[in-house]
């Protein structure tokens, strides 16, 4: 048995050689980071987050570092769902690793129109991102609501066969409930956590670092809370959870899939060191050698008191 092999997870329906993937928007669509390594060594890659039309985000400065972490208001810059499947879908799809589009909007048209035009692509997964202001219920995110999220699901369910991942926000009472929700319109898996709503103030001009004011907080920082969250969820629903937040290495993968997560998404740790997702599939490979173990036969292990 190779030690490669003893990494494969199959996840709604879809066979992942291993089981690390970049988390959307800190890896583009790959191009860059083709100078380190090979695509093909990745488990997935789950893009740029993409929506109707093109954007240019929001104003600088729109990343802040904190302390074990980063803060993020980059606002969904990207070329639109047109160029990504007439320029960069076809380049990724010539990599032998898992594309997963990830995919925003700011009402339940843009999901629609977002994912049948995927529909029809040999994209693998899609992954929807419901963190997003509802411009049509006064700027709350969709994923802060069952109803808001179940919507979501329906809406992306209703016009395609592909795999459909729920990538849920953390900024809620019960992520649990939010999961569940999606679960029963339809979701094939969820993903999480999102970001966390985080600010800072510059003291000496008396005003927020970022031009938006607030941001996501990712990195090491939010860690255990996405451990907590990825535990909670993976004990609600009887769908496969993609773990990540703060995810920088093996052992953090590890403890996030006995937690629950079949998958786990690396982001923040990308931007201090880019060769991350292969140090953490290097790790895992060592760790099932060592144990003599498939990698999945630690999902969900863990043993609460």
């Not at 240019?56 to 570092?65: D, F, M």
């Not at 201090?272 to 990698?295: F, H, R």
Request: aromatic content about 6%.
């Amino acid at each position: 048995m190779s030690d490669m092999s003893r990494l494969g997870i199959d996840f709604a329906g879809v066979h992942f050689k291993n089981p690390v993937i970049p988390a959307s928007g800190t890896f583009g669509y790959g191009r860059e980071f083709e100078e380190f390594y090979p695509l093909s060594a990745l488990g997935g890659i789950s893009v740029k987050g993409t929506t109707a039309a093109a954007r240019n985000g929001n104003l600088p400065p729109r990343i802040a570092e904190t302390p074990s972490g980063m803060l993020n208001s980059v606002g969904l810059q990207n070329p639109g769902i047109d160029h990504f499947i007439e320029k960069e879908l076809p380049y990724l799809k010539t990599k032998d690793t898992v594309v997963i589009a990830n995919i925003a909007g700011s009402d339940a048209e843009e999901y629609r129109t977002i994912a049948q035009k995927l529909d029809s692509t040999d994209v693998d997964m899609i992954e929807v991102n419901i963190s997003c202001p509802n411009v049509k219920a006064g700027g709350a995110a969709f994923g802060v609501s069952c109803e808001g999220a179940a919507h979501i699901t329906k809406t992306v369910r209703a016009v395609t066969k592909k795999p459909v991942m729920m990538k849920l926000s953390p900024n809620v009472t019960s992520i649990a409930d939010i999961a569940k929700a999606c679960e029963s319109e339809g979701a094939d898996a969820v993903s999480l956590i999102n970001t966390l709503l985080g600010m800072r103030i510059d003291i000496r001009t008396g005003r927020p670092i970022l031009h938006n004011n607030v941001g996501g907080l990712s990195g090491p920082a939010v860690f255990p809370v996405a451990v907590r969250m990825v535990w909670q969820t993976a004990n609600a629903v009887n769908i496969p959870v993609c773990g990540m937040g703060g995810v920088s290495s093996w052992e953090d993968a590890v403890e996030m899939m006995m937690a629950g997560a079949s998958l786990v998404q690396v982001g923040a740790a990308l931007f201090a060191d880019p060769m991350t997702p292969l140090k953490i599939t290097e790790g895992l490979e060592n760790y099932c050698e060592d144990k003599n173990i498939m990698l999945r036969s630690i999902i969900g292990s863990v043993k609460p008191w």
